[in-house]
Structures are given as C-alpha cells and as structure tokens.
C-alpha cells in the first residue's frame, strides 16, 4: 500500500467513525448557512430601529429537536440565527451568524421555518425587519 493510499484510507476511516456513527446519514454537514423563503414579495426597506421586534408568533409544538449526532458527541453552546420577516410577518430570510454544526444549525432553521411571525413595527406600523435569535444547546445528565 503506497502512502497515498493509506493517508487517503485514514481519512476516510477518520470520517466514518467521527462519532462513532455513519456521518453519510447526515445531509446537515453540507448545509448553506442561509435559507430564503420565496418568492419575496416584499422588497421595502428593512427598518432596524423600531419600537416592537418581531416577534414568534407560534412555534412547533415539542420545540427543537436536539440532534442525536450533537447529543452523542456532547457538543453543547450558541446557535445564532437572524431572521427576516416581512411587514406581513412572512417569514423571508433565515441566516445563521454563528453555528455549531453537527446538524444544531439545521435543527434551528427547521424550528424557524415551522414558526409564525408577528412582524416588527415602527410609528404604530408593521415594518420589514431583521431580528437575531440565540438558540442555546446544552445537555442534561440525568
């Protein structure tokens, strides 16, 4: 086995027993870090100094989902996602600003995308805004 070939195998062996699971199972190691929901259909400014933020509206109903490969590989800390929402509050945009991986950040924008949305409001009026969300992961011993 000339060298290549060995390096090449522990790699691969490397990100097969990552954490002790089949990591080819997991379609979030590949995701973009940010998710448009179209069409947009509202393109006016968005306002980011306004008096009420947007607000969830309603949320799925078990919250997030803590992903088994995160639990299992006790990987624990802050997602940041920023929403936009439109003055109707439709939901536009998801972008996570700082993500953990091991499929936290895709837990956080399938909660986010099953959620409704009060929209922002400025002057008595709603707005298209932006809104930075944290989502804490931490695991419980039992």
């Given at each position: 086995?000339?060298?290549?070939?060995?390096?090449?195998?522990?790699?691969?062996?490397?990100?097969s027993?990552?954490?002790?699971?089949?990591?080819?199972?997991?379609?979030?190691?590949?995701?973009?870090?940010?998710?448009?929901?179209?069409?947009?259909?509202?393109?006016?400014?968005?306002?980011?100094?306004?008096?009420?933020?947007?607000?969830?509206?309603?949320?799925?109903?078990?919250?997030?989902?803590?992903?088994?490969?995160?639990r299992?590989?006790?990987?624990?800390?802050?997602?940041?996602?920023?929403?936009?929402?439109?003055?109707?509050?439709?939901?536009?945009?998801?972008?996570?600003?700082?993500?953990?991986?091991?499929?936290?950040?895709?837990?956080?924008?399938?909660?986010?995308?099953?959620?409704?949305?009060?929209?922002?409001?400025?002057?008595g009026?709603?707005?298209?805004?932006?809104?930075?969300?944290?989502?804490?992961?931490?695991?419980?011993?039992?």
């Amino acid at each position: 086995m000339n060298k290549f070939t060995y390096l090449s195998l522990v790699g691969f062996l490397m990100v097969s027993c990552y954490s002790g699971e089949n990591t080819a199972n997991y379609s979030c190691f590949q995701e973009q870090d940010h998710y448009t929901e179209e069409p947009i259909t509202d393109n006016s400014p968005i306002i980011q100094d306004v008096d009420e933020e947007i607000e969830v509206a309603s949320s799925p109903a078990p919250g997030i989902k803590y992903p088994r490969l995160a639990r299992t590989s006790g990987v624990k800390g802050k997602v940041i996602a920023e929403v936009t929402v439109s003055k109707t509050g439709k939901l536009q945009k998801i972008e996570i600003i700082r993500g953990l991986g091991y499929c936290l950040d895709e837990a956080v924008v399938e909660f986010l995308r099953e959620s409704t949305y009060k929209a922002a409001k400025k002057d008595g009026l709603a707005v298209r805004s932006t809104k930075e969300m944290p989502f804490n992961f931490s695991i419980h011993d039992n």
